[in-house]
Structures are given as structure tokens and as C-alpha cells.
């Protein structure tokens, strides 16, 4: 009687924990499916949720049932789960031990293709390439394609952009035409990417990786950079934010490539494209700064400072862009319009400095620089105002020899320029060191102004 109690209790026992393992397994696959549904229609935060809550159930049923017939199952859903989210770095192990311990072919595979991906993903690019190619015997198209494509990016990963064209080649263009163009980029083939991408610009719209790529395309090539974009934009399935984040994008690359002008005329399309957005705000931003930095006319300081008006209440990423141009061209134009401030020579030197180094604009900096010789013609910060000029603008610099020579013979400024250094010039940068150090202090306070000078100027309007 007693041995067959003992009994029934063994067979419950094992009948409640096959049940338990069963359940526990049964609910990590029903959240992963929740999960997997979840991104397909567009609920990523939901689909994060979701797959972290099928790691906790697959974990525990992987640790605490490791001789079941499913323990692979659960250590595959356990690392594709943690992958989902991002956490590659804990994936690894799971995954690992699935391939290792698993008879089933077909789990094997899914696994080191997820081992591989994650391998890639927290830098492991020799071991993800291990992984991949033991996946290519027997492996079904799509399969090979997955691998190649992931075996590509580790080959960059790893400097070798050669190799990872010949892999990308091996993947429809549907899939890796912008890794294959950002791999024949980085090997200087850029007739081959451009062609690459005139192909992939037929097919569907992805946002992210045409501004990525057309941003590698745009340092070697901006004018095939601009007429992707000009063929991108006629696309009726591109919608006018899209647009404008194009134009953008490519007027930004103008801007650092020296083209103003190119510059505006593509943030003033992104305006047109969509005018009420956020967008169209930053391309507003982008244009004032452009304007900005032609500026060799100081009476139009306050036409540009307007400009920039409404992107810098819009706020976000517009006024990100303007606010350092708007905090120095508000004391600029204080400065320039109040002669009597002390050491007024000194304040528009400095603001000079500032717009030419923190600003990047020449321009306007050499404007600042001759107008305080103009202005304060008898200060020893004038001829080094000219010499600054002459260094921003070549074109400029006989003209304004020839004012240094005939205004300020005898300046150490002159004297040093040409190889006659003296005392006097050395002790004059130092106090001039001294003297701007200061004056960058005050020009930098909230109100970029000393009290009493704020008082001088309200005086004046």
C-alpha cells in the first residue's frame, strides 16, 4: 500500500513538472508571437515589452528544466529574445550553448544565424563570420542570402571592404543595395555605387538608409549626391516631410562644401516641401545661418538676426541649430551700435574672433575685423584687426597691405609682417592677451555686456 502511495506521488511530481516546463514554454512562445505581431504592424515599444517578458519565462524554463526534450528550444527563444531587445551581449551564451547542444538542424541554424547577428552586433566580427559559414552547406536561398549579407558587414567591420562587396554582390539589390554602395565607396568606386543606387531608387522608399548613404555619397560626389535626392523627391510615395529631410540633408552637404548658395536653394526647397513642419523650420534655421555666414555687411545684422527669429522660437532641433549664431550676433549688434561703450575696439575683436573660430564664418568675422580699423583708426588694435582681415580674405589682402603700410608704418604689426620683430610687439600682444581675455568674459555674461555698459546702451535708444 505504501509503495504504491510512494509511487502515484513520483508519477504526480513528474506529471506537475512536465506540466510546469510545458506551460512555461507554452507562454515564452505566446508572448514572442505577441511580440513578433507587434513589429509587423508598427508597435515597437510594445513589441520591446513584450519580448522581455518572453526572456524571463524562456530563462527560467531553460535553467531550472535543463534534461528536458525542449531545453534547446527554450535557450533559442531565451537568446532571440534578448537579441530582439538589444542586449546582445547577454544573448551570446544562450545561443551558443544552442548550437552546441542541439541535434535539430534546422534550430542549429536559426541560432547561429541569430549568434551571428549579435556576434556582429557587439563587435565580434571574426567569431560572426565563423558562425556564418558553417550555415552556407545545405542552406536554403533565403538563408544564403541572410548569411552573405551579414557576412558583408562583418567583412567591413573587420576593414575589409572588398570582401564585403563580393558578399553584398551575392544579395538581391533589394535587400543590400545600400551596404554594396557604401562598400564600392569605401573602395573608391564611386561610378559603381552611384549605379548601384540609380538601380535601388526604383524600388521602395527606406528613409533612414538613403540619408545615410547619400551622406557617404556627398563627400565624394555632391553633385551625384543632389541628383539622387532630385530623383528621390519626384517619388509619389515619398511624402513631404520626406522631402524636406532630403533637401535638408543635401544642403547641409553643400554647406560644408563651401557652396552657400547651393546651400540655401536646398533649404529653401525644404521650406516649400512642407512648410508647417518641423522640418521646414529647421531648413528656415539652416538658410539663416547660411545667409549669416555670406554676410560682409554689417548694416545687415539685423535683417539676418530677424531671420532667424522664428526658428529659434520653434525651438527643438531648429533652435539648436541657430542658437549659437543668435547668442553672438545678439551682442554684436548691441556692440556695433553703441560707439561709446569703453573698450569698444577691444569687444569687436573679440566678437571677430568669435564668429571667425566658434561660428566658422569668415566672412562675416573679416567684416567685424576691418570695422574696427574704420571705427577706432587710432587704436593699437586696428592694424591687427587688418592683418586678421587680410588672413580671412586673400582677395583683399594687397589692398589692405597698402592701408597697413600707408595708415601704420611704424606698427609692430607692419614691423613683424615683415620678419622685423621688436619688443614692442611682444609687449603689446601681451597686454592685448590680457585685454581681450577680459573683454571675452564680459561678452560672454547673460547679457553679454557689463551692467554699465547694458546701462549705456538703453541710454542711447
Known sequence: ??????????????????CAYFNGLYNANQLAGDAARAQREGRPGEARSLWAQAVVKAESVATRYPKSKYHDDALLLWGKGLAEIGDCNRAVRPLSLAVGSSADAALQREARLVLARCQLAVNRPTAAIASLDALLDGADSATTAQVYLLRGRAELSRGNPAAAVSDFERVPPDVAAFDLANALLMIGDVAGAKAVLAT???????????????????RRDGEGAAEL???????????????????????????RA?????????????????PDSADANLGRAYAGVARFRELDDLSMLADVRRELDRPMRAGGPSAQVVGPTVGVLDVTIQVVAAPELPNRDAKLFVLGEMVRDSLRAPIPAAALFLFVQREHRESPIAPKALLAAATLRPELADSLSGMMASQY???????????????RFASLEDSLKTLFAAERLRLRSPLGVGAGEEELIRRRR
Do not use: C, K
Not at 536653394?265 to 512642407?274: K, T
Open 229 to 255: 535626392v532630385d530623383r528621390l523627391v519626384e517619388r509619389r510615395d515619398v511624402t513631404p516631410g520626406q522631402r524636406a529631410r532630403l533637401f535638408n540633408a543635401d544642403g547641409v552637404r553643400w554647406e
Open 1 to 18: 500500500m505504501i509503495r504504491r502511495y510512494w509511487r502515484s506521488a513520483v508519477l504526480i511530481g513528474a506529471a506537475g513538472i512536465g
Open 258 to 274: 563651401g557652396r552657400e548658395l547651393r546651400a540655401r536653394d536646398r533649404f529653401g526647397a525644404a521650406v516649400a516641401a512642407a
Open 200 to 218: 535601388r531608387a526604383a524600388l521602395e522608399y527606406r528613409e533612414t538608409p538613403w540619408l545615410t548613404v547619400l551622406d557617404s555619397l556627398g
Open 409 to 423: 608704418p611704424g606698427s609692430p604689426y607692419r614691423l613683424a609682417l615683415r620678419g622685423e620683430a621688436s619688443e
